[in-house]
């Protein structure tokens, strides 16, 4: 069964400074992908960036870069030049090529970016 | 820019009543996903629909919970009867086919309050 992990509840980012949000994950399937969303108190989830798991570069959207390092099945979300407007819950979730590839997605991580 | 509608906003019911929630995915997508997410937690996939049939309602309470899809287009999910558990954020997300790649498109989600 896959399971995604966010060992970090909570974390807060100076404006403007860079930071790395962690996701670890684990399954059987060699094909998957890794996706991340943001969540803003009004609750809805906006994509932010995808990871296929046969993809050689690190994906990077903008100010949003994944850290994809498939030996030690992690794919940490690295945001660049953080903004008051980047506060949010930060979600990690995979999906594998099995049966109708279902989402699993981690518990979270609180982001507050402080000026 | 296409959007997953979802109706009610916000609902707050007594125990035992009945709710239900609507949802209308991307047009053109094939696959329709049930979330629910319980506050401080990630979401969890309560049914999966391929265009009107049901893929995956393996966390789906079928003792209360019930979800249509009927022409493969707008979906329901009822709740009957509601239990003060079941107090949440329900999201509806939708994707093109649900292939591995594909990102889930989210609606901004119904906060229900069984009181």
């Known amino acids: 069964a896959q399971k995604i992990t966010q060992t970090q509840p909570g974390m807060f980012v100076q404006e403007k400074e860079a930071v790395t949000l962690d996701c670890t994950y684990d399954t059987s399937d060699p094909s998957y992908g890794l996706f991340w969303y943001k969540q803003p108190s009004s609750g809805e989830m906006i994509f932010l960036i995808y990871q296929g798991s046969y993809d050689q570069q690190n994906a990077t959207e903008g100010r949003y870069s994944l850290n994809f390092q498939k030996a030690r099945k992690s794919a940490n979300l690295v945001i660049s030049a953080s903004q008051l407007g980047d506060s949010a819950m930060y979600f990690c979730a995979m999906r594998d090529s099995g049966g109708y590839q279902k989402v699993t997605f981690g518990t979270g991580t609180k982001l507050q970016v402080i000026p | 820019e296409a959007e997953v509608a979802q109706s009610p906003r916000y609902k707050i019911t007594e125990k035992s009543q009945a709710v239900a929630f609507w949802c209308d995915p991307i047009s053109g997508h094939a696959t329709l996903y049930w979330y629910r997410q319980i506050l401080g937690q990630g979401p969890e996939l309560l049914v999966q629909f391929q265009d009107e049939s049901v893929v995956d309602d393996s966390q789906l309470p079928k003792d209360r919970f019930s979800a249509e899809r009927l022409k493969g287009v707008d979906s329901t999910l009822k709740i009957q009867p509601a239990e003060l558990g079941d107090s949440a954020m329900y999201l509806c997300?939708?994707?093109?086919?649900?292939?591995?790649?594909?990102?889930?498109?989210f609606g901004p989600g119904t906060r229900l309050l069984v009181l």
């Open positions: 997300a939708s994707s093109l086919e649900g292939q591995l790649q594909e990102t889930q498109y």
